[in-house]
């Protein structure tokens, strides 16, 4: 009774032992593919979480530091002008890039599995997107501070021509212009270039100054049109 009870054991033995082996080697690559590839993406997939707050630190830097214009933007103008450029980033930029990467690298090693070079390839996109948007966030920093010297000088010139105005009308014997001093519309014509419009009593007739302030000091003269600057362009 005894020899049956020890060869029973070590046949139960055996068979444990023998599907703990198979149960491992039996995990199918394609399984370890996507529970390796669920991981990474819990861990460590960077480009989204990136691409919303690049996307936020670059409206706030089109609503401070606009590129171009010389009057900045609003925040959620450019959150969208943001968003778009880094969906360009994103989705066409950077999977252009890791296929040009992909090619110039070598071989896969050998015994690597379709299923890893997916994975190797998707990090690489992952990367290559994180870069792009955080490259991005630095070119619209560096063009807005390289842009900051014209809004600069732009307000300055518009204070300049304030007070240009001002005095002209001031030591005018105009009493009317005095009067209406509040009404002054101007419009830029060009780098320090202004034209300021005040309206008669009867708001019908305009006389309009052309300022350049460019010249030391300012140079101020009157306009011989009376045209009202809603009807030049721009007022």
């Given at each position: 009774?005894?020899?049956?009870?020890?060869?029973?054991?070590?046949?139960?033995?055996?068979?444990?032992?023998?599907?703990?082996?198979?149960?491992?080697?039996?995990?199918?690559?394609?399984?370890?593919?996507?529970?390796?590839?669920?991981?990474?993406?819990?861990?460590?997939?960077?480009?989204?979480?990136?691409?919303?707050?690049?996307?936020?630190?670059?409206?706030?830097?089109?609503?401070?530091?606009?590129?171009?214009?010389?009057?900045?933007?609003?925040?959620?103008?450019?959150?969208?002008?943001?968003?778009?450029?880094?969906?360009?980033?994103?989705?066409?930029?950077?999977?252009?890039?890791?296929?040009?990467?992909?090619?110039?690298?070598?071989?896969?090693?050998?015994?690597?599995?379709?299923?890893?070079?997916?994975?190797?390839?998707?990090?690489?996109?992952?990367?290559?997107?994180?870069?792009l948007v955080a490259a991005?966030?630095?070119?619209?920093?560096?063009?807005?501070?390289?842009?900051?010297?014209l809004i600069v000088s732009?307000?300055?010139?518009?204070?300049?021509?304030?007070?240009?105005?001002?005095?002209?009308?001031?030591?005018?014997?105009?009493?009317?212009?005095?009067?209406?001093?509040?009404?002054?519309n101007t419009i830029r014509?060009?780098?320090?270039?202004?034209?300021?419009?005040?309206?008669?009593?009867?708001?019908?007739?305009?006389?309009?100054?052309?300022?350049?302030?460019?010249?030391?000091?300012?140079?101020?003269?009157?306009?011989?049109?009376?045209?009202?600057?809603?009807?030049?362009?721009?007022?």
């Amino acid at each position: 009774m005894s020899g049956s009870q020890t060869l029973l054991g070590e046949y139960r033995g055996s068979s444990l032992a023998h599907v703990g082996r198979t149960t491992l080697r039996d995990v199918s690559s394609g399984e370890r593919f996507w529970t390796s590839r669920i991981r990474w993406r819990l861990r460590g997939a960077t480009v989204w979480p990136a691409f919303v707050v690049t996307t936020l630190l670059d409206g706030l830097i089109l609503d401070l530091l606009p590129p171009v214009a010389t009057a900045g933007l609003n925040y959620v103008e450019g959150v969208l002008i943001a968003t778009f450029g880094n969906l360009i980033l994103v989705g066409a930029l950077a999977p252009f890039l890791t296929n040009r990467l992909t090619r110039r690298r070598q071989a896969a090693p050998a015994g690597a599995t379709a299923a890893a070079v997916e994975v190797e390839v998707e990090v690489l996109r992952d990367r290559v997107g994180t870069a792009l948007v955080a490259a991005g966030v630095v070119a619209s920093l560096a063009s807005g501070l390289a842009n900051r010297p014209l809004i600069v000088s732009e307000t300055e010139a518009s204070e300049q021509n304030a007070r240009v105005v001002s005095d002209y009308v001031n030591r005018s014997r105009d009493e009317e212009l005095r009067r209406n001093i509040e009404t002054a519309n101007t419009i830029r014509l060009g780098e320090g270039y202004f034209r300021t419009c005040i309206a008669r009593d009867d708001r019908s007739r305009f006389v309009c100054l052309l300022v350049d302030t460019q010249k030391e000091p300012a140079d101020v003269r009157r306009d011989p049109s009376g045209v009202p600057n809603s009807l030049v362009g721009g007022g």
